[in-house]
């Protein structure tokens, strides 16, 4: 937002506010809005900020019925076998991965997460590395391999099972004799952990195993002394990764207290590769009801997806039936992680006999949230005299927010960057000025930061006049930003002809599977979105169109669009001011990035986010609720939000400040949502 000299738009607001909302939508049919009833796994799972997964066969994916089920119900996948050793390395140096790549981008074109297994295995292990005796050359061998396909897939993949089954069964507690054991010693799996975690350092590192899910086991203890020992000496590593291949008694007694005896060392449990001999219902609630009791318990993967799928397919241990049908484990597993089985199909194109929901919205239609207090205050220096910090845009990554600013005050606009790990040490952390990278001096402002995957690179968006990006490899250094350089050659014809007397502001870059969006607003009323292809991106942004009007005040800018995970839904935020002057959050959502917006909390009364429905911990510090960003589930162009326990970072005002607009004390404070029923 903030354009100079925008003197006198928050008193001026009242006209046109009442006014009924008309949203443009170039080429697509309104339909009705979608059904909000969680009725499928992946959705169901993702109103706890979970993901329900399936091991997929790459051979299988012909199968509509297959297909059908996959995409329905399951917002994670795995490949069951196509990103093994034996599968990927088959000959020392020679890498094959068109099985794995059909499954990842399936995956990928669909908004489903994936898991990566397994890089360090000795069963599905060629011949050619059992059979290596040198220890240097074993692990040069091991380090090649896991560099190599993290590679393949960096900054795609959430969680990879680095070390698979290295324990042994039985009484001892020890690791089992493997080549990597027997040639490296026990010290391959850390080996294994810091090569992983130099490969893709944004995903989680899992050990998997089974049979630990019993707290007294030999086995489950020896693991657990392991992942001690790891987090005691600081070997990354992100998560316990649990099999569940359980047989019909379903898991033990104690299964709960292994994920939290887990998850109390700082690590993440996630469910594996669950199967039931004869899948009794009770089985499965017991075991998803383990993993939603453990809030560390971040998701569940079901091995395979019919019975006929599984690779225990005589025990019959999975949630569909051969035909595909729900068996009534199913609704046992979606009724424990608090869904609703559903027996008639909600929208046309469900496949017939699947008794499917749709895959629904997960977002409630009205919102309450608490804020804090002021987080994140200027720091001026020597060379900056700053009088607000505004239009934040933040992600989590390794850890840590990075969030990003724009300073205004006498000495002009600048962009600023800060790094912390909790929300505590926001206000100490150190300020560092971008003027001072590549980006330069001049106008900069209003920021978005996000993670460009198939670029392996980091993009900064914000506007100078123009749209401008900048890029950098690593987002904690703040001198690695790129020069600016516009994604427009000039301003779109659209735009000059419906701007009047706005400012062009507040660009934003989305992308889905295919396509990647640029929507911006003018002051004037308007949202704009124009596009490109991921493939083409960051060149190629056009056929730029009015996205969604209404009147001037109650679209006016600081949109952000986002994709929320779990679900087929975007949301749309769009910033106005409202009939007392002061600014809040209206929002609508989409099946489709180009497509229609419709309303979701829209209006004063029920707003997205406004002073009316955020309660502050002692006093208000502001009435308004202005520019700002929502903390993402992920970090990368795909913008994905939770469906659960919004958080919001904004820009808020004290409420008797007033004069120049450029000079305005802005500070940053965080909405963290109340109503959430999930
Ligand atoms: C299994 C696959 O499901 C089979 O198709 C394959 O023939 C053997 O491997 N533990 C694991 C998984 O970590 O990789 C295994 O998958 C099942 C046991």
Redesign the pocket.
Known sequence: MNLLKRLGCRRASVLGLLAATVLVTPGTATGAPDDVRAGTLGAQAAQSGRYFGA?V?AGKLGDGTYTGILDREFNSVTA??EM?WDATEPSRGSFTFSRADQIAQRAQARGQRLRG??LV?H??LPGWVNSIRDANTLRGVMNNHITTVMNRYKGRIHSW?VV??AFADGGSGQMRGSVFRDVLGTGFVEQAFRTARSADPAAKLCY?D?NIENWSDAKTQGVYRMVRDFKSRGVPIDCVGL?A?FGAGGPPGSFQTTLSNFAALGVDVQI??LDIAQAPPTAYANTVRACMNVARCTGITV??IRDSD??RSGENPLLFDRSGNKKPAYNATLTAMGGTPTTTPTRSGTPAGSNGATNAAALPGRYAWSSSGTLISPKSDATHNIAGIKDPTVVRYNGKYHVFASTAGSSGYNLVYLNFSDWSQAGSATHHYLDRSAIGKGYRAAPQVFYYAPQRLWYLVYQTGNASYSTNPDISNPNGWSAPRHFYSSMPDIIKQNIGDGHWVDMWVICDSANCYLFSSDDNGHLYRSQTTVGQFPNGFTNTVIAARDSKYAMFEASNVYKVQGSNQYLLLVEAIGSDGRRYFRSWTSNSLAGSWTQLAASESNPFARANNVSFPSGSWTRDISHGEMIRAGHDQTLTIPACRLQYLYQGLNPSAGGNYDLLPWRLGLLTQTNSTC
Request: hydrophobic share 20%; no cysteine; glycine share 4%.
């Open positions: 091991a066969a069951e076998n093994k297994h397994t295995w069963s599905q099972d698979n089954e998997n089974y099999q291949h594996t590769e091995w395979g599984s690779w």
